[in-house]
């Protein structure tokens, strides 16, 4: 666990606007010894998962934060569906589909934990 900023857990309202809200969020807990080179790579990757939970998921939304000391980032998305999200082969005029490639491209790890009460999509960004 990072010494210098403790986890950061956001509860998002199921609208548009929520992805800004994480964006922000993610600035703003953002682990000043740790984080500063994956930010803006994990407010885009934040920005898909959020968007997804908001159109296919649905509430309770929340977004935490972790740092584990490394130079790295762990950020999870979690919802109200059990449904894990689907990678599309989005074509070259689609306007949405590409979050979960987005992740995959850009993560070093990530994943969906599935529950009773919905699902968690994580990643985790190497320096």
């Known amino acids: 666990m990072c010494d210098v ?7 998002l309202s199921p609208h548009p606007q929520a992805a800004r809200e994480a964006r922000r969020f993610l600035e703003e807990n953002d682990c000043p010894a740790h984080h500063s080179r994956v930010l803006d790579e994990a407010q885009l990757l934040a920005t898909e998962l959020v968007t997804n939970a908001v159109a296919h998921g ?30 599309h082969e989005a074509s070259t005029e689609a306007t949405s589909g590409r979050g979960v490639a987005l992740v995959d491209l850009l993560s070093d790890a990530w994943g969906v934990d599935t529950g009773e009460s919905g699902k968690t999509v994580w990643f985790h960004l190497p320096a």
């Open 58 to 87: 649905g509430p309770p939304i929340t977004l935490r934060l972790t740092c584990d000391g490394t130079p790295g980032m762990l950020v999870a998305v979690s919802d109200g569906s059990p449904r894990a999200p689907v990678a």
């Open 5 to 11: 900023t403790p986890p950061a857990l956001l509860e």
